[in-house]
């Protein structure tokens, strides 16, 4: 009886969610309400944990519940340790949910809310969860191995070079772009500015309380770190209002962009425990009640998208950045559906902690889900706008003009009314001087929260609180990933200097923390600098630039999975991996091709390069087109890279299928775990 009941619960989740996927797919003409949108996803992540994670589980990877997992073999207290299943998917969430699920289905919005939604589900499904799941269960099954060591072992030692290299320049690309879209969330914003210097204090504080004031007391440091978090929104609002602080923490895009970078090395060079490890802890329940609080507002307002299913700017005229659905709606959105930086995470500190093989379903495909659903209430807030408003805050000046009413006349010629008086007046309700060329997408994904939240917590007076709420969220995401990246790509770094200099190898010599911090700061720096100088706001050439190299990261991730499963024996199940596999190949080489190649100045890289020394002379032309062939230039040499891995990933897989080619499978020799037996005597006594 239980067995049919449990046929036609999920039956019927299934009929729902084809019914909400059928609907979203096929709506035209009004406006569809954003409840149509959860139940697809809710239904759609339901039926894939439920079904695909335990085919996975089971029939490819065989999950042994009484193997050993490294955290309790080499368990050390410090990097391995065995550690509750929740706070190890709490941990692994909120190191994987960065700037990418919050940024790219806003920007992507340009398109109409159906591409990025439907690429988000089917995504995140089919392979940003199945990439992080058999990820995760590979490292844990080699004692906690990293990516790029993994590949080495695997593919060959030319994988893993290339591997290692592709990794230190995707996280310098990955670290220079979300700092950008800090520096564009918070110019000009006072409230933004002061609330978010006012976190870094906080951390200290919290730090120095929890190692030397009252050790071990996480209840009492936890309440006064999210104390002191509302005081400083509130401080902000005063900070705002009043002429002589207003103008004290004003700044423009290349002020930010050097604090932004001083706070890099801060956070890379100084003890983890200061700065890093308290504001990740702050940042984290940030992250866990604002996400919770946002879907709430969303199924309590059921709101209306007012975005159409499809825009105009399909044809790749977009405004927020240029380019057709295909490739770019797919390397725009990223996180959220497929991010190659998960990886990193999936074979970093995570399966150091996982203490049974049985929680990487959870861990990984599970807290992969999660961040898919923050995708899809990102693709909400952008969508519940009016569209006039939405394109007013992501185009960059450059391609509307600089002047309010110039501005306006140009969105509305598009189709999408607006008028410089509403936006004055949205800008004055959030607490902002202007919404203009806020480019970036954090400025527009908090005026849609905003927009929830006062809508159905709060009511429109408190608007502007809301507004800066979802900017010191959002910076919060990305300064987690920005301090934690920058940290990680420091020890890679270090690791590497090590064969050269054993003195530069110790991580806890401090010449080298500060040469290599600087150093890597310095590179991501180049980026952001290059961003911040951009006329076009920077966004709309450093964000296909980063989802290229993310997807490209994603590509390596997959590529090590397949060599793992066909050396398995399990090679007529490999399709799992190599189908994500295949399709991110063909996204990610079109796009890169379109990027250095295309005629379109807006989209190619070389193309913009021309444009710009076939016109006018300025200060900056130079720059300009040295920054654009730069790009050319990265982007071609990581495709050549991933290109060798792929080469000698198929060579692998040939060989092997052939019969001509050993497949040893290089995991650590099975040892039963004692964590059974323990909790067995213990229910007994």
């Not at 692994?92 to 990025?116: M, W």
Request: aromatic share 10%; with cysteine; hydrophobic share 55%.
């Amino acid at each position: 009886m239980s067995k049919l009941l449990g046929i036609l619960g999920w039956g019927a989740v299934a009929v729902v969610g084809a019914l909400a996927v059928g609907a979203i797919a096929v709506h035209r003409g009004e406006p569809i309400n954003a409840l149509w949108l959860v139940v697809a996803a809710t239904c759609c992540y339901a039926l894939g944990y439920r079904f695909y994670s335990k085919f996975i589980a089971v029939k490819i990877l065989a999950l042994d519940g009484l193997r050993a997992t490294p955290a309790e073999r080499l368990e050390n207290g410090r990097d391995f340790l065995v550690t509750n299943k929740w706070v190890v998917f709490g941990h692994h969430f909120a190191a994987i949910a960065g700037p990418g699920p919050l940024v790219g289905p806003v920007l992507a919005a340009q398109f109409g809310y159906l591409p990025g939604t439907m690429w988000v589900l089917a995504g995140a499904v089919f392979a940003g969860c199945v990439q992080d799941f058999v990820i995760l269960l590979f490292s844990v099954r080699r004692d906690g191995k990293s990516l790029t060591e993994m590949a080495k072992d695997e593919i060959g030692r030319v994988g893993g070079f290339v591997a290692y290299v592709a990794v230190i320049a995707i996280l310098i690309i990955l670290l220079g772009v979300a700092a950008l879209i800090v520096v564009n969330a918070l110019k000009s914003s006072p409230w933004g500015t002061f609330t978010i210097a006012m976190t870094m204090p906080i951390a200290v504080l919290m730090g120095v309380y929890l190692r030397r004031i009252r050790p071990g007391k996480v209840l009492e440091v936890s309440g006064l770190g999210f104390v002191l978090v509302l005081a400083a929104i509130w401080g902000g609002q005063y900070v705002s209002q009043s002429p002589g602080l207003a103008r004290v923490f004003t700044f423009s895009a290349p002020t930010l962009a050097i604090l932004i970078m001083v706070y890099g090395f801060a956070a890379s060079a100084l003890p983890v425990w200061l700065l890093l490890a308290p504001r990740d802890y702050l940042s984290t329940f940030v992250k866990l009640g604002t996400i919770a609080l946002l879907a709430v507002g969303i199924v309590v307002l059921h709101p209306t998208l007012h975005m159409p299913a499809l825009t105009r700017f399909v044809d790749g005229t977009g405004p927020v950045f240029a380019g057709k659905i295909f490739p770019f709606a797919f390397i725009t959105i990223a996180c959220g559906a497929i991010s190659g930086f998960h990886a990193l995470i999936s074979s970093g500190t995570t399966p150091k902690l996982v203490a049974r093989e049985t929680e990487t379903r959870m861990v990984g495909y599970g807290a992969m889900m999660c961040e898919s659903a923050v995708a899809v209430m990102a693709i909400i807030a952008a969508c519940v706008m009016q569209p006039g408003v939405y394109f007013a805050i992501n185009s960059p000046a450059g391609v509307v003009g600089q002047a309010p009413a110039a501005a306006a006349a140009t969105i509305s010629s598009w189709g999408f009314p607006v008028t410089a008086a509403d936006m004055q007046a949205l800008a004055h309700a959030v607490g902002e001087q202007t919404l203009y060329n806020r480019t970036g997408g954090a400025p527009a994904f908090a005026v849609g929260m905003a927009h929830i939240f006062s809508h159905s917590l709060g009511g429109d007076t408190l608007m502007a609180l809301w507004y800066h709420f979802a900017i010191m969220f959002e910076a919060l995401f990305i300064l987690t990933i920005l301090d934690a990246g920058t940290r990680v790509a420091r020890f890679m770094v270090q690791d590497a200097l090590g064969h050269v200099c054993k003195p530069l190898g110790q991580t806890s010599w401090y010449p080298s923390i500060l040469g290599t911090s600087a150093l890597i700061v310095g590179a991501w720096g180049y980026f952001l600098w290059q961003g911040v100088k951009d006329p076009l706001g920077g966004i709309n050439s450093l964000w296909p630039l980063f989802g290229i190299s993310n997807q490209l990261l994603a590509t390596v991730a997959l590529c090590v999975a397949t060599t793992i499963i066909i050396k398995m024996h399990r090679a007529k199940y490999a399709a799992v991996t190599l189908v994500p596999l295949a399709w991110l190949v063909a996204v990610t080489f079109t796009a890169s091709w379109h990027k250095m190649f295309d005629p379109e100045p807006r989209v190619g890289f070389l193309a913009a390069a021309r444009a710009l020394a076939a016109g006018p002379a300025t200060g900056a032309t130079g720059r300009l087109i040295f920054n654009n062939r730069l790009d050319a230039v990265v982007t071609g040499l990581l495709v050549v890279m991933v290109t060798l891995v792929l080469v000698e990933s198929g060579r692998q897989w040939w060989g092997i299928l052939r019969g001509t080619r050993e497949a040893p499978v290089k995991e650590a020799p099975f040892v039963r775990t004692r964590l059974v037996e323990e909790l067995v005597v213990e229910e007994r006594g």
